[in-house]
C-alpha cells in the first residue's frame, strides 16, 4: 500500500508563487508515475502534471508555461513549482501515482488526501 502525503499549499497573491511536494512511502518498488490533479469547487477533479520515472512530463494546456513539475527518484518525492499564479488556479491540488501513466483518473492507483491552494485576486 502506497501512502502519498502532499505539503506546500496555502494562500498566494495573484502572481505570486507557490511549491507543492509530495512524498511517496511503502513501495517496495520505484514508482513510475507521479504527478497531480486538482479540483476546484463545483467541478470535477482535473488532471495537471505528470512525471515518468525517466523525466518525461506532460502538462494540462492551463499550466503550460506556468507550471513546473520535477521529482526526486532517490526519495519518491514529487514537486509542483506553480508561478504566476491565478484566482482559477485556486483548488485542492492531489498527488496521484500510478504504473505506467495517470494522464487519466482510472490508471490512477493512489492518491493523497490533497493540499488546498487559494489564490486571491
Known amino acids: 500500500q502506497v501512502q502519498l502525503v502532499e505539503s506546500g499549499g496555502g494562500l498566494v497573491q495573484a502572481g505570486g508563487s507557490l511549491r507543492l511536494s509530495c512524498a511517496a512511502s511503502g513501495s517496495r518498488f520505484m514508482i513510475n508515475a507521479m504527478g497531480w490533479y486538482r479540483q476546484a469547487p463545483g467541478k470535477q477533479r482535473e488532471f495537471v502534471a505528470a512525471?515518468?520515472?525517466?523525466?518525461?512530463?506532460n502538462y494540462a494546456d492551463s499550466v503550460k508555461g506556468r507550471f513546473t513539475i520535477s521529482r526526486d527518484n532517490a526519495k519518491n518525492t514529487v514537486y509542483l513549482q506553480m508561478n504566476s499564479l491565478k484566482p482559477e488556479d485556486t483548488a485542492v491540488y492531489y498527488c496521484?501515482?500510478?504504473?505506467?501513466?495517470?494522464?487519466?483518473?482510472?490508471?490512477?492507483?493512489?492518491w493523497g488526501v490533497g493540499t488546498l491552494v487559494t489564490v486571491s485576486s
Open positions: 512525471i515518468i520515472r525517466g523525466g518525461s512530463t
Open positions: 496521484a501515482s500510478g504504473g505506467l501513466t495517470i494522464a487519466t483518473m482510472g490508471m490512477v492507483d493512489y
